[in-house]
């Protein structure tokens, strides 16, 4: 059932590939079609293919897809770039200098190391600047010595910053890529190994690559040809976090025999909808040209739409679903409203609990984002890890054992005339002396239950279950919550907490620190759930999903193109462009109808600032075609035309209320 491109893309397997797919072009059924090619035609065994991804959840779906067509697939290495750099780290840590169970540190545990690291004095907001560089520089695959800055303060704190992740045994999500690069540079015969291993590399959306990771999967690749990318440049909206287009262009340079195949046939939109957003993309410039196409019949025109003020908007967005849903008996997760940026959805948000409408928003708050969790996911860090400050500093007053700051500030005395971690200076008898007999007193039994744990030969899911009771945590967190709907939601968090760990460990059989990778890769994209709910999200958060119906709201001059990308006139261009990107990956979510929408005056994010004038529709509209669009802002209605619309209008809500 594949089409002739596809069919092409999954049986080249001598030469490297680049698979320019379209929105909506079937790119992760090549991907899966070409495993099992490599599989029943015998050129690789399943456990010598490798598959890396984004985010886990497009990685478990693609290793599901991968079972059902291949004998043997359960044992295909389907994962996103950070699990693949965790593996090589893990396989090679005698080739580091880290020990074995090494911490992954969340991005507040990050902030909060630069901060200790910082001159004392300097504001919060410079450690969140400094974060932000930081990342940068490893994104980029750059040493302390290899940077440019004009702020000699940030390279040493770099250096520092290194320095002492190391000496706690911890790694940021950054360093999982960048730690495994640099290893493979430095150790050839590491390098060996891994190129022999891999049978064949498949990357999905490889336009969201940075340079580190290009690097990565370069290295791994080495003079090989068993390499097939599958990105679309027109969708790479990543930037603001180092991802790189011309990565697509790299591939040309570095492998001088790629083949190029394009995917242009769309299996999901109108051909409407399509032609006007390869409109609107076509006025970015373009390293390899392609135009998609469907052939799912023209479809409804796209409805341009402008309002008053945002309220108003939301207020007739929502109505829109509303009527819709019942008059056409769609299901509410049918719908989609997307939007540029999160302050957006607070009218929306509104509106549709005024209208007692289910709505479920993406980029929320993650299950890992919970005090509880993060207390339980700071025990297990440090029983696999005893040399991590930040998760012994999380748990040694949780729940209370009477441990206060004196007795905090004793340890960590400790811990410098010992020069070991916090945990690791408690668990020293004749340095346990120093502290006061409270301190001993309080610590003792502490140290005691983590090291009994530490001992424990049994399953994760069985020495976490023993750690949670001996704690009588559950106990703890019913009593801590100030009321009675807290106090269950707490427990439930713990509760549900122990049943995924139960669940992995009857499925997967994991060791302490194999379940702790594995909770540490876990986002927020992750815990999804799929009820019958209108989606809210961003455009960011929209890419790879598709809707029947969407409603893109908020498209004005300083919106998107966001007022940012206007700012830096030296960048403006290049900006401007990644705006025009994430309209276009907006407009291709839509499968059957597309409405978009604009409003001539906009608050302020802050309610005490005025009124202000918007900045008026946004030069993408300008770039749909008229004849594809209803109302479009560069075309004036006559009288008759907006009588009739207002009629339709009415009609429309008289049915709705009749209902």
Request: charged share 25%; hydrophobic share 40%; glycine share 4%.
């Amino acid at each position: 059932m594949l089409n002739q491109p596809q069919q092409q893309a999954v049986k080249l397997t001598d030469k490297p590939l680049l698979v320019l797919a379209g929105a909506g072009c079937g790119k992760t059924r090549v991907i899966t079609e070409k495993m099992a090619y490599l599989v029943h035609q015998g050129i690789c065994r399943p456990e010598s293919i490798y598959a890396i991804t984004f985010t886990n959840k497009a990685a478990k779906e693609m290793q599901a897809r991968a079972i059902k067509l291949v004998n043997g697939g359960e044992v295909l290495n389907v994962s996103t770039f950070h699990a693949l750099g965790l593996r090589i780290l893990q396989q090679e840590i005698k080739h580091t200098a880290y020990e074995r169970g090494f911490s992954i540190l969340d991005t507040s545990e990050c902030q909060k190391v630069l901060q200790e690291l910082l001159p004392k004095g300097l504001k919060k907001e410079i450690s969140n600047q400094l974060q932000w560089q930081l990342s940068g520089w490893k994104n980029a695959a750059l040493r302390p010595e290899e940077v440019n800055s004009t702020v000699p303060m940030a390279v040493e704190i770099y250096q520092s910053y290194l320095d002492y992740m190391v000496s706690i045994n911890a790694m940021d999500f950054d360093d999982l890529i960048l730690q495994a690069l640099w290893l493979l540079n430095k150790q050839p015969e590491v390098l060996n190994r891994w190129q022999s291993q891999i049978g064949y590399l498949m990357v999905d959306e490889y336009q969201d690559t940075n340079a580190s990771q290009y690097l990565l999967l370069k290295k791994l690749m080495g003079t090989g040809s068993h390499l097939t990318c599958v990105g679309d440049d027109d969708q790479s909206i990543y930037g603001w976090r180092g991802a790189q287009a011309e990565n697509l262009q790299l591939l040309q340079h570095d492998f001088p025999d790629l083949e190029v195949i394009k995917l242009e046939q769309n299996y999901r939109s109108t051909s409407t909808i399509l032609d006007a957003a390869n409109a609107v993309i076509q006025n970015n410039p373009h390293p390899f040209e392609k135009k998609i196409w469907s052939d799912l019949g023209q479809g409804d025109a796209i409805q341009i739409l402008s309002y008053p003020n945002a309220e108003t908007e939301a207020e007739q967005v929502v109505a829109d679903i509303s009527f819709n849903q019942k008059v056409n008996k769609k299901n509410f997760n049918d719908f989609a409203v997307l939007y540029r940026s999160n302050h957006q959805a607070k009218l929306l948000e509104q509106a549709l609990r005024l209208n007692n409408l289910p709505y479920q928003m993406s980029g929320g708050r993650s299950f890992f984002d919970y005090s509880e969790i993060k207390d339980l996911m700071a025990y297990i860090r440090l029983l696999v890890n005893p040399k991590d400050n930040a998760a012994f500093l999380r748990v040694i007053n949780t729940p209370k054992r009477g441990i206060g700051m004196q007795t905090v500030q004793q340890v960590s005395a400790l811990s410098k005339r010992l020069n070991k971690s916090f945990f690791v200076a408690c668990s020293d008898n004749q340095g346990l002396s120093h502290l006061s007999e409270h301190a001993q007193s309080r610590i003792k039994p502490f140290v005691h239950m983590i090291q009994q744990h530490q001992t424990m030969k049994e399953s994760a899911e069985v020495v976490v279950t023993s750690l949670v009771k001996q704690l009588d945590y559950v106990n703890y967190v019913n009593h801590s919550a100030n009321n009675k709907v807290a106090k269950i939601n707490k427990v439930k968090l713990v509760q549900d907490f122990l049943k995924w760990i139960n669940a992995l460990g009857k499925s997967q059989h994991l060791a302490i620190d194999e379940l702790l990778n594995y909770l540490s890769l876990q986002t927020s994209q992750d815990d999804q759930t799929k009820e019958d709910a209108i989606k809210m999200m961003t455009l960011h958060a929209a890419k790879g999903l598709e809707f029947e119906h969407v409603y893109l709201v908020g498209v004005e001059e300083g919106i998107l193109p966001h007022a940012n990308s206007l700012a830096d006139v030296d960048q403006e261009a290049s900006a401007v462009e990644e705006e025009r990107r994430l309209m276009y990956v907006g407009m291709t979510r839509a499968m059957q109808q597309l409405k978009i929408s604009y409003v001539k005056k906009r608050k302020k994010r802050f309610p005490e600032e005025k009124v202000v004038s918007a900045g008026g529709p946004s030069r993408f509209l300008d770039e749909i075609p008229h004849e594809l669009s209803n109302g479009h802002p560069s075309v004036k209605r006559s009288a008759e035309d907006q009588k009739v619309n207002n009629k339709k209008n009415f009609a429309a809500i008289k049915a709705l209320l009749g209902d």
